[in-house]
């Protein structure tokens, strides 16, 4: 079995040294703001690929400019106790993969798309360093990427990075390129129904900017603005403090 040892300690070696690059650039991340991600960069190439010109939009804004309207939309959007759970909320995995195991073993398997169970913290992991690809061996750095993240950075400032890199639309990345794109206003003046329409993008902002990228059943965007804002005024946008036992 000598033969084996050797491939499987370079195998070791080789995801060891991927962790702790990952590592290394999260902590830069503590005061240095991330330049693009693996998804920015990948659709970059899909919409510009030689061309000259490009029509990717981002620009970052920082965490205190952005309107408190928008954080709270985006919470209850896509992860509501963001700032209470460690990175991942186990129950909505649990249901996330029975329902991709009903889905598996369906004759439509082909034809349906896997449901997620992210937390904000793990799409920012996937969009930060990963591809686009579902299976497990992704899943699994997904969460060991999860994990350093919420292990490094303030829960603001994972806040910070997400709202600043995620997708609002075809070759639009950011809150800043998103209210300057959809509204002509800078991220602090956005409003209440402005920023529960961003929100509800989220989960696809592709189809949400333009129509050629929807497809039947896809998101009824003005029932989940409604929902949002129905809830916002329910999510904290800090950690709520556990209070001290009486002696």
Not at 98 to 113: G, I, L, P
Not at 189 to 198: G, I, N
């Amino acid at each position: 079995m000598r033969w084996l040892a050797y491939p499987i300690k370079c195998l070791f070696c080789g995801l060891l040294a991927m962790q702790t690059y990952f590592a290394i650039q999260i902590l830069l991340w503590i005061s240095l703001d991330p330049i693009s991600t693996a998804f920015q960069r990948a659709e970059q190439w899909r919409l510009c690929s030689w061309h000259w010109s490009c029509s990717v939009q981002s620009k970052w804004t920082p965490y205190d400019k952005i309107s408190n309207n928008l954080k709270r939309a985006v919470l209850v959007s896509e992860d509501d106790i963001f700032f209470q759970h460690k990175g991942v909320r186990v129950e909505d995995m649990q249901k996330a993969w029975e329902k991709n195991q009903e889905k598996m073993q369906s004759k439509n398997k082909a034809k349906t798309a896997l449901r997620g169970g992210s937390t904000i913290t793990q799409q920012l992991a996937k969009n930060l360093f990963l591809s686009s690809e579902q299976n497990y061996f992704r899943k699994g750095q997904e969460l060991i990427i999860t994990g350093l993240l919420e292990f490094i950075l303030t829960k603001q400032r994972l806040f910070e990075i997400y709202l600043n890199s995620v997708e609002w639309g075809e070759g639009i990345f950011g809150i800043g390129a998103a209210a300057s794109h959809y509204y002509g206003i800078s991220p602090a003046a956005l409003d209440l129904e402005q920023s529960a329409a961003l929100a509800s993008a989220l989960p696809a902002p592709k189809c949400f900017d333009k129509e050629k990228y929807c497809r039947r059943g896809s998101i009824n965007y003005s029932v989940r603005q409604e929902f949002i804002l129905e809830n916002m005024g329910r999510v904290a946008l800090a950690p709520i403090p556990i209070p001290k036992k009486a002696k």
